[in-house]
């Protein structure tokens, strides 16, 4: 397994349209986390998979943002009428399950950067 | 809240020196971990070391070591015989819930110039 992988690197949209991105974990991972980082800044928390549950959303995730994971496996985060507010890089991570010795270690995909025209 | 503080926006440091960047959290909780992660500038987030709060002794990785000091809530990355390739922006990042849901600070863009 090489890691965490998102798909795609770049994706550049005009504003109202809708945007998809995908993650994989790394393949024992059972919790994945979606992260966004603006320009200067930290990444911020967006949502938390366990297994195929969303267990928490950050207020960050308007309605417009729509995560799923439907088999416990990849997830998606959608975008719905893009705003250029929201062109930022999107961080995926993954983790093993929370017994794990090292389950609290965040191991963090390339990121998908969206810039919205 | 729990809150994490990078105060140094940017550092500089000569190859082969020693640089030590700086970090403060807030947090009510008894059981956490800290962490520092570095991105370069492809982006990509790597861990660079984690402390447990439990274990009063440092972490340390090879040339990399933290000053964790529970009481004050700091904890500092020191990076030593720094090499061109630890250009990057370093995040401090904190976790207390079994979630594993980092928070982190704004970053410390770090040069390491030859």
């Known amino acids: 397994d090489t890691g965490v992988s998102q798909d795609p690197r770049h994706k550049i949209t005009k504003r109202g349209q809708n945007v998809t991105f995908r993650c994989d974990p790394i393949s024992e991972h059972n919790r994945l986390y979606w992260y966004r980082q603006t320009l200067g800044q930290g990444p911020e928390f967006l949502t938390y998979?366990?297994?195929?549950?969303?267990?928490?959303k950050s207020r960050l995730l308007s309605d417009r943002f729509s995560a799923e994971r439907p088999k416990g496996s990849f997830s998606t985060l959608e975008i719905q009428r893009t705003e250029q507010g929201d062109s930022a890089m999107y961080l995926c991570a993954s983790s093993s399950p929370v017994w794990d010795r090292e389950g609290e270690k965040l191991f963090f995909g390339s990121g998908t950067q969206l810039s919205v025209l | 809240a729990q809150t994490v503080t990078q105060s140094q926006p940017e550092m500089s440091v000569q190859e082969a020196e020693t640089v030590t960047l700086s970090c403060t959290y807030d947090?009510?909780?008894?059981?956490?971990?800290l962490f520092w992660y570095k991105q370069p500038p492809s982006r990509q987030m790597i861990l660079v070391i984690r402390?447990?709060?439990?274990?009063?002794q440092n972490a340390t990785e090879n040339r990399f070591s933290v000053n964790f000091q529970k009481a004050a809530k700091s904890f500092s990355l020191k990076i030593s015989d720094s090499q061109l390739g630890d250009t990057a922006m370093y995040f401090c990042?904190?976790?207390?819930?079994?979630?594993?849901?980092?928070?982190f600070g704004k970053g410390t863009k770090l040069s390491v110039k030859p």
């Open positions: 947090t009510s909780e008894n059981n956490y971990y």
């Open positions: 998979f366990q297994n195929e549950a969303q267990l928490e």
């Open positions: 402390q447990e709060a439990y274990k009063q």
């Open positions: 990042a904190f976790t207390g819930g079994s979630q594993g849901n980092l928070i």
